[in-house]
Antibody, heavy 113, light 108 residues
Framework: EVQLVESGGGLVQPGGSLRLSCSAS????????MHWVRQAPGKGLEYVSG????????YYADSVKGRFTISRDNPKNTLYLQMTSLTPEDTAVYYC??????WGQGTLVTVSS | EIVLTQSPGTLSLSPGERATLSCRAS???????LAWYQQKPGQAPRLLIY???TRATGIPDRFSGSGSGTDFTLTISRLEPEDFAVYYC?????????FGQGTKVEIK
């Protein structure tokens, strides 16, 4: 069974940093491009970032480019999202996603003073 | 990057009526890698349709997807009370993925 478990969310002050992790199991992690998707309170779904199987290519939404860094550790079956210079607009539930059929449960990031 | 535009923004209908939701892409979506989700308040998105027209596991057959290229449609043949929600389309043919802004189906 595919499982994606996000962690690392929490309350952070504006300008702060946070690193999200996504622990994957039940599939061959190293064979899949992985993605982060977020949803701010009362807003729609927003694609945040993606990374190819070996990390050779990464993708970012314009809203996070230059502030967020996606990475992966294939031997550890773990996906990361390093977030810096956080603003209140980054407040959202962050989901780790393989494909439309497989999403994690999400982790809440709240940026507030 | 592909941009998805959903219409209408809000659909006001009564139970038993037919709902037709549109999703238009700024470029062709390869291999029809187009998905539809349903989301209710406080819940995670629920996959309804993938591959433009394939129902996900456990999805009732009143939900159907159609279309290709740049124009896609989600149809709910007869609205049940539990179908009133927000619906999103998503292209996953190439990274970065894209989501539509959502269509809210509300009770008239």
């Amino acid at each position: 069974e595919v499982q994606l478990v996000e962690s690392g969310g929490g309350l952070v002050q504006p300008g702060g940093s946070l690193r999200l992790s996504c622990s994957a199991s039940g599939f061959t992690f190293s064979s899949y491009t992985m993605h982060w998707v977020r949803q701010a309170p009362g807003k729609g779904l927003e694609y945040v970032s993606g990374i190819t199987t070996n990390g050779g290519s990464t993708y970012y939404a314009d809203s996070v480019k230059g502030r967020f860094t996606i990475s992966r550790d294939n031997p550890k079956n773990t996906l990361y999202l390093q977030m810096t210079s956080l603003t209140p607009e980054d407040t959202a539930v962050y989901y780790c996603v393989i494909n439309p059929s497989h999403w994690g449960q999400g982790t809440l990031v709240t940026v507030s003073s | 990057e592909i941009v998805l535009t959903q219409s209408p923004g809000t659909l006001s209908l009564s139970p038993g009526e037919r709902a037709t939701l549109s999703c238009r892409a700024s470029q062709s979506v390869s291999s029809n890698y187009l998905a539809w989700y349903q989301q209710k308040p406080g819940q995670a998105p629920r996959l309804l349709i993938y591959g433009a027209s394939t129902r996900a596991t456990g999805i009732p057959d009143r939900f159907s997807g159609s279309g290709s290229g740049t124009d896609f449609t989600l149809t709910i043949s007869r609205l049940e009370p539990e179908d009133f929600a927000v619906y999103y389309c998503q292209q996953y043919s190439r990274s970065p993925w894209a989501f539509g802004q959502g269509t809210k189906v509300e009770i008239k």
